[in-house]
Nanobody, 119 residues
């Protein structure tokens, strides 16, 4: 059974930092594309960043580029999202997900981690 479990969410003041972690079991992160999304209340799910299975190529949304960094720890089988210079607009539930290379749909999702940024 494949499971993704996010951790590291919480409350932070604007300008602060948080690091989210996604622990993966039942699937080797280096063999899959791993991604972070978020969803704020009343808004659609938003893509944040992806790290590819091959050569660890990364990409991120313009809204977080330069502030958020995705990384992978193959030894721990985890994926992280380092978030710096946080803004109240970053308040949302954050999700990691996994996709088999060459497919479109992210088929395995975590339960989410809540991040609240106060002004």
């Amino acid at each position: 059974q494949v499971r993704l479990v996010e951790s590291g969410g919480g409350f932070v003041q604007a300008g602060g930092s948080l690091k989210l972690s996604c622990a993966v079991s039942g699937r080797t992160v280096s063999n899959y594309d791993m991604v972070w999304f978020r969803q704020a209340p009343g808004k659609e799910r938003e893509f944040l960043a992806v790290i590819g299975w091959s050569r660890s190529i990364t990409d991120s949304a313009d809204s977080v580029k330069g502030r958020f960094t995705i990384s992978r720890d193959n030894a721990k089988n985890t994926v992280a999202l380092q978030m710096n210079s946080l803004k109240p607009a970053d308040t949302a539930d954050y999700y990691c997900a996994s996709r088999t290379p060459g497919t479109i749909r992210y088929d395995i999702w975590g339960q989410g981690a809540q991040v609240t940024v106060s002004s």
